[in-house]
């Protein structure tokens, strides 16, 4: 044997090491990775879905792992000033620049009318309609998170929402559940415009075909009537509603809502009950075939901050 400086790896046996690496990762990897987060949906022999196994929240494995790229990248929260290709613009000024420069590269005179197939108004394209709510947007994802969980949600599962404005909440379920499955009745002119012509598209989610009907309160004529929901929910609405029209739509509703199984949730409050008092109130309700299951409260991923919601369930089938 001539005495080798090294170890000298001949290319069938590096082929075949490199081979034999390959397909141990192969059938280790799916075994990792199904540990960690089954993200699958898996069917059973009746050929409906099984959710029991996933969860919608991110896990406390998610979280470690984005801390970790954060310190792993030295990443601290700097001011946002003016430097080397970046160029920091307020709403107002990136809709002024978009009108008064429209980008660098765009077309002039009649070619300007025939290359875009869904042209959106400036005011939409900043996203002005994301400070529409008291709070953050990224609120929705919350609002979305509970209610999935809460009642496991299943892709094919039917869900309304009343008041869904620019889909602040809807677009989390309309991206989970399968196509036609989200409705939502709205009365806000503005805000279904910003739902359809940039939320849906440049969320990618037209081919998801969501039912939003631009309605005045409570009047679900136009959703069909042989739809049984499995979530009806109201994000901040009935708070801002007479008393009498949110009963008037909740005897609507009941027959809308799957027996037993399906869920009405109501964010905020119930004073349109509790102002009853309390016999009085759950005396209403069991009149319209539904019961109160609790109340619960949702704490934020990303600032301080919870919702209450209100759980009610249909009695009679
Ligand atoms: C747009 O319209 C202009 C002027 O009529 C025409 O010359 C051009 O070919 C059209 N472009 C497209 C993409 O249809």
Known sequence: MAPSKGVIITVPVLVLSVA??????FFLFPFLSSCSRPATITTDDSGSFD???IQISATEEDIAWVKYQI???KLEMLPNVLRKGINPRTRAQQLQDLNQFKGISHYEGEEANNHTALPCL???LVEEHHSNYGEPWAGGRDVFEFLAESIKLRPDARVLEIGCGTLRVGLHFIRYLIPEHY???E???????AAFRYELPSQGLLHKRPLIVRGEDMDFNRFGSGIRYDLIYASAVFLHMPDKLVWVGLERLVTRLKPF???IFVSHNIKFCSRLGGEECTKRLTSLGLEYMGK???DSFLFNHYEIWFEFRRLKA
Do not use: K, P, Y
Not at 20 to 25: E, G, R, Y
Not at 187 to 193: A, P, Y
């Open 20 to 25: 034999a690496t390959a397909i141990f990762l």
């Open 51 to 53: 959710r029991s196994d």
């Open 71 to 73: 310190q792993q990248n």
């Open 122 to 124: 400036g005011e939409l």
């Open 183 to 185: 409705h939502c009745l």
């Open 187 to 193: 009365r806000d002119e503005l805000s279904l415009m």
């Open 261 to 263: 199984e399906g869920r």
């Open 296 to 298: 619960h409260t949702h």
